[in-house]
């Protein structure tokens, strides 16, 4: 207990200042893979991937499939000169068309997209709830969520509660590809959320299916913000619901 006083008093501030101020990762950390515009690729550099993300086209051209994408780096070491990790904590993004990064990958305007949730779920900015559901993880984005609560992360900070009851649950937190047994829950869960409401999928398995061959949480329900990662920071996530709510400005910014 004393130990803990005197870290309090030494080092008063310890809470994050993100996302009024950044937050470096740390050297090393694998946050997402980038893609290099490269061409001639040779088509087998695609079997190195055990979930199927990359994929090369006629020309030679390397595209990567963040949603499927569970961050094993076997793609970096067998190819460093088209393939690097980077250490960012913004992965997260509004269409499954936007995690696929590579040459001419087909994007959606993020702007447009931020505006008209925002414009939706402008009524929540002020408390939101926030419903979390296990559709068949591997248990490391619970670790990564439950952070999100700590004196470091303090999401609460930013208006953000959790809920046991979807009824009174603003945003839907989905982790894991969706197995049969909790299909007819999700949607459920989703049906009785009053309006109006977002879903953030949470982790490789819950945006594209990770290893699990069924996709993730988009083949059974709309998602509004896909955030990547084996597992996402808590960084991250605390991006994606704020992407979510609309209180993040198109350049990044925390709204007013």
């Known amino acids: 207990m004393l130990e803990w006083i005197y870290r309090g008093l030494s080092k008063r501030r310890i809470t994050t200042r993100y996302p009024r101020g950044s937050e470096p990762a740390p050297a090393g950390f694998r946050g997402r893979i980038n893609v290099a515009e490269t061409e001639d690729v040779a088509p087998v550099i695609a079997e190195v991937c055990p979930t199927g993300a990359i994929t090369v086209d ?19 070491r067998a190819a460093p000169e088209v393939f690097a990790f980077a250490s960012d904590y913004e992965t997260a993004e509004r269409s499954a068309a936007g995690l696929v990064v590579g040459p001419e990958a087909e994007r959606t305007s993020p702007e447009a997209l931020r505006k008209a949730l925002g414009e939706q779920a ?21 670790w990564e969520i439950q952070a999100l609560w700590n004196p470091y992360y303090d999401i609460q900070r930013l208006g953000f509660f959790l809920t046991n009851s979807p009824r009174h649950a603003d945003v839907l937190l989905v ?3 969706v197995t049969a047994p909790m299909r007819a829950p999700l949607q459920r869960t989703w049906e009785v959320m009053p309006e109006p409401k977002a879903l953030v999928a949470v982790g490789t398995d819950a945006c594209g299916g990770g290893l699990h061959s069924w996709g993730g949480v988009d083949q059974v329900l709309p998602v509004d913000v896909y955030v990547p990662g084996s597992p996402p920071a808590p960084i991250a996530i605390m991006d994606g619901l704020l992407l979510a709510v609309g209180l993040l400005k198109p350049d990044g910014e925390l709204a007013a």
């Open 122 to 142: 402008a009524m929540l900015r002020r408390s939101i709830h926030v419903r979390h559901i296990d559709c068949g993880s591997d248990g490391s984005e619970e």
């Open 58 to 76: 006629a020309e030679g051209r390397v595209a990567l499939d963040r949603g499927r994408c569970i961050l094993c780096g076997e793609c970096v």
């Open 175 to 177: 982790t894991g590809p």
